[in-house]
């Protein structure tokens, strides 16, 4: 399938070799089956349209259209599909209007349309073929997802050409996707090629870096035109002139193409002897206003108003649409617009297009304020009447005076759930803008107000509170105000501000009264419990509102599992209270069954179980996590359940696999810019150290942009600064952690074992009354809670600062029970050298064995080395490490290995864990040669 190119401007394109060679070379790649950029970056009139067509040229595996485009055509070779698209100053403003363009011609028939948006890709089907109605909010990062998988399906059919003319005006969500495209398409036969004018000021600079900047990318200037070239445009229109006109003429437009030939022209129509002195001077400035203006008045009033109607509709202009702007009937529509292609302003044929993007600025320059407003309005009118779609009306109203009109406050809000739906927020964000200057009435600003901070809590959660605060301040209705109330704490709360948070919330719920509102004061309620607990003086009164909730009557679906989850992390810090599992269990099978679980169910019912060691659920939850995650796209929620399975495998002492999860977990959450980063950096940290990775922990810690606040994150760079010798600075982390944790009402010890990383640290220190003290709270709080692993742990730090193999016993006496794999080889280890201090040699031998086969089976690196010293000084050989075998993966190939045998296939891995097929094929060629098989059906049987 291949588009038609476009028709020939002009001749040979003078002194742009280099670059119609780099162009050929990026087409050709993909050909070869490597994905490459070309970013075409220039000043108005400089050819970097002529440059796009020129590419376009090439994969098409055509010749003719410039000679140097054709001779680059018989070395390249042809694409399976040229798509290309333009961005225009109306469409900015349109969700995925770029990527919509590239894509929709070919997705009209129904039997390919399904093809191209199978698997993953389907979750762009909201941006490239929205249906009608359609306005669920949906996560950014899936719709990126599922349209790099759009490229990816139609890639596998042959090479494909992207081509984006004018892209600085394409909207900021097709540049996004164009980015996140540009850091993956290497492993694609996808070339993209890109003209921009900079600076583009309506998206944030590192999505431009990563275009600009990509690994693929090949970054193009072409620059103006030397004197001799420009002699060659002006002996091609004026074939006698004196090589003083050809001097003027580059003097005049610094080399500029465009400038040139338009200054010839001007010069040609108006009887102008260039040779005269100072005649090229008087030309010049405003020469394409000039000449756009000379061209208008010869048209006549019809033309004139037919080039406002294009100017005012953007890019690919309908007849019908010309008609209803400019009032003229279609055949008067017609006939101006044939006049307008004969003089150069507009492309021949249909729909209607400026020739240039300059041209089209100076049409659009000429129309007052006034005569803009009304032209907006009637096309904004008319794609209403034919039911065009909110985000092409509003694309108008943006443009309108602000008069105060419920009608486009209706359309603007309209649209921004519409972008809400696609996973453009920014977008909403600009339509509710537009709709709170409108201004809406006076009853509907807080609702209003509401829309636009919660679009912009996804783009930036500091600037979402201050327009959520307005909102609530605003609202006198109970009901909106509990509305507010519930999305300005949840953004309060991811930037730390939890007492505002709860302020808000008294202040909602205090005005909800009635039967009418039990469901909304339930789900406030839900949420003001799960702060209060983070205030001592309020835990007890939050404890209270949980039992009367809990004993009038059955819980909601919204704000019931959330009360349930967060009764059950109370009863949990009460040793006498057994009922914590089975609340917890009940709060993540109701959360399970909603469509999206949510997060603040999930974590607290999670921690419950983990505390008590009962990991089975909290494997099944993330599993099922992962599963709608993966169903539906979504990246918050795949990161989400990623952590929550690496901490299980963690637990279950699986650190190869834990870290497959935690370093997937948080690249995407750097990627996507999201805040549970927090979480997904102390895990991957964790995780480092334990596999001795210590030098990458500290490198990825450091560059981290995130809060040291977070009770998870203490401990994490407390065991980090544990194992760089940094025990001062390790104390006072761990003490930190234990704080947090104490101001939020949290002794169980099985969360975070803050107490022994403290006694730790204070041994390293030299401080043994302190260590002691330290091991001797942790035992306590092990034995109190009756908590297996938690209590091993703590005898086994009591016995190294103690100094006594009894604690050291007992550790391992408890542990060998529990699934904590992990902390059981540590105790053999543990226990084992202080045998050989006690100059028990033999019995220490026997327990290093053990310890140092747990430990490689678990993947503690540091601790199967420092096993073998101690085998090592106990007269013992240690094992030798393996270099084969399923020990020997990595965590990235073990990940791949696990989905591989269980039956997916190369591009479901990858769609599974949010990577390219490429990357699958490498990480399995690994599998099979360490493994010594031939093909995934042999995998599972050495996996296990």
């Known amino acids: 399938m291949t588009l038609t190119p476009p028709a020939a401007r002009g001749t040979a394109i003078l002194e742009r070799d280099h670059e119609l060679a780099a162009l050929a070379a990026v087409v050709r790649a993909a050909g070869e089956g490597r994905g490459a950029l070309a970013w075409i970056e220039g000043p108005p009139g400089i050819g970097k349209t002529r440059l796009v067509d020129a590419a376009r040229t090439v994969a098409l595996g055509k010749t003719g259209q410039a000679g140097q485009a054709g001779q680059a055509g018989q070395a390249g070779q042809a694409c399976h599909a040229v798509l290309a698209a333009r961005g225009g100053r109306l469409e900015r403003d349109f969700a995925f209007g770029v990527v919509r363009g590239l894509f929709e011609p070919l997705l009209t028939d129904p039997a390919r349309r399904d093809g191209l948006l199978a698997g993953a890709a ?29 490229v990816a399906n139609l890639a596998e059919r042959g090479p ?93 437009t610094g080399g500029n193409p465009l400038l040139v030939r338009a200054l ?143 009608t486009v406050v209706a359309w603007l809000r309209a649209a921004g759930r519409v972008a809400l739906g696609k996973g453009a927020p920014e977008t909403a964000r600009t339509y509710l803008r537009r709709a709170v200057a409108e201004p809406p009435p006076p009853a509907e600003r807080p609702a209003v107000l509401h829309e636009l901070g919660a679009a912009t809590a996804h783009v930036s959660f500091g600037e979402g509170v201050a327009l959520l605060e307005e909102a609530f301040a605003t609202a006198v209705d109970p009901h909106r105000r509990g509305l507010i109330a519930l999305e300005l704490a949840r953004a309060l709360s991811v930037t730390l501000a939890f007492g505002r948070a709860l302020e808000v919330l008294d202040e909602a719920a205090a005005a909800l009264t ?149 370093r997937l977990a948080d690249a995407l959450a750097v990627e996507h810019g999201l805040h549970t980063r927090r979480y997904t950096l102390a895990w991957l940290v964790v995780v480092l150290v334990e596999r001795g990775a210590v030098d990458e922990a500290a490198d990825t810690l450091a560059a981290a942009d995130a809060p040291t606040g977070l009770a998870y994150l203490l401990a994490a760079r407390g065991r980090l600064r544990l194992a760089q010798g940094r025990a001062a600075e390790a104390r006072d982390d761990f003490a930190g952690c234990g704080e947090r944790l104490r101001l939020r009402g949290i002794e169980h010890p099985g969360l975070l074992p803050w107490r022994t990383g403290l006694a730790t640290a204070l041994h390293r220190l030299g401080d043994a009354e302190g260590a002691v003290r330290a091991a001797d709270e942790a035992v306590a709080a092990g034995r109190r809670f009756a908590a297996p692993r938690p209590l091993g742990d703590a005898l086994r730090v009591r016995g190294l600062v103690g100094g006594t193999l009894a604690p050291l016993r007992e550790a391992v006496t408890l542990l060998e029970p529990t699934p904590a794999r992990l902390e059981l080889a540590r105790a053999l280890v543990d226990l084992a050298a202080a045998l050989r201090r006690d100059n028990q040699r033999v019995a220490a031998r026997g327990e290093l064995a053990a310890g140092q086969d747990l430990a490689r089976r678990c993947g503690a690196d540091p601790l199967v080395e420092r096993a073998g010293q101690e085998l090592r000084a106990a007269g013992a050989r240690p094992r030798r490490v393996a270099v084969t075998g399923a020990e020997s993966l990595t965590a990235a190939e073990r990940r791949v290995a696990d989905l591989a045998a269980d039956g997916l296939s190369n591009r479901e891995v990858a769609q599974a864990l949010f990577v390219t097929t490429k990357t699958v094929e490498t990480h ?14 042999e995998i599972a049987a050495l996996l296990e």
């Not at 399995?924 to 059906?937: E, N, S």
Request: overall charge negative.
């Open 514 to 662: 009635g039967e009418d509102h039990g469901e909304l004061a339930t789900e406030i309620a839900a949420a003001t419990v799960g702060l209060a607990r983070r205030d001592p003086a309020r835990r007890a009164a939050a404890a209270e509102l949980t039992r009367t909730l809990r004993r009038d009557g059955p819980l909601p679906a919204r704000g019931g599992p959330a009360l349930l989850a967060f009764t059950a992390l109370d009863a949990l810090q009460t040793a006498r209270d057994s009922t914590a599992v089975d609340l917890a269990r009940e709060a993540l099978d109701a959360t399970l069954r909603e469509p999206a679980p949510d997060p603040g169910v999930v974590l607290p019912a999670t921690m419950v179980l983990v505390a008590i060691d009962h990991l089975d659920p909290v494997r099944a939850c993330a599993e099922a996590m992962l599963a709608g995650a993966r169903r539906r796209g979504s990246t918050y929620d795949f990161v989400a359940a990623s952590v929550l399975r690496t901490q299980t495998r963690y637990l279950q002492g699986r650190l190869v696999e834990a870290e497959a999860d935690a």
């Open 264 to 406: 010839l022209v001007a010069g040609a129509e108006t009887g102008t002897d260039l040779a005269e002195p100072g005649a090229v001077a008087r030309l010049a400035p405003g020469v394409v206003a000039t000449f756009v203006d000379r061209r208008l008045r010869e048209a006549g009033e019809d033309a004139v108003a037919v080039a406002g109607a294009v100017a005012v509709l953007g890019a690919a202009a309908e007849l019908r649409h010309v008609a209803a702007v400019s009032g003229l009937d279609a055949d008067a529509v017609a006939r101006a617009a044939d006049t307008l292609a004969a003089a150069r302003l507009l492309r021949p044929g249909r729909p209607l297009a400026f020739g240039h993007s300059l041209i089209e600025q100076a049409v659009a320059d000429r129309l007052d304020p006034a005569t803009r407003h009304r032209a907006h309005r009637r096309a904004a009118a008319a794609l209403d009447a034919e039911g065009a779609g909110a985000e092409r009306v509003a694309a108008h109203l943006l443009r309108t005076e602000a008069l105060g009109d419920p």
């Open 924 to 937: 399995l060629g690994h599998v099979y040669r360490k493994l010594g098989v031939t093909g995934r059906d």
């Open 122 to 150: 389907r979750l762009a089907a909201p941006v490239v073929t929205p249906a009608p109605g359609d306005d669920a909010t949906r996560d950014a990062a899936s719709t990126l997802h599922g349209i790099y998988w759009l």
């Open 160 to 252: 494909v050409l992207l081509a984006v003319d004018d892209a600085h005006l394409a909207d900021a969500a097709s540049l996004r996707a164009l980015a996140y495209l540009a850091r993956r398409v290497g492993e694609l036969p996808v070339a993209l090629v890109l003209a921009v004018q900079t600076p583009v000021d309506h998206v944030e600079p590192a999505v431009l870096d990563a275009l600009r900047e990509a690994e693929v990318t090949t970054v193009l200037r072409p620059g103006p035109l030397s004197r001799d070239a420009v002699a060659t445009l002006v002996a091609g229109a004026l074939p006698h002139a004196a090589p003083a006109v050809a001097d003027a003429c580059h003097e005049a």
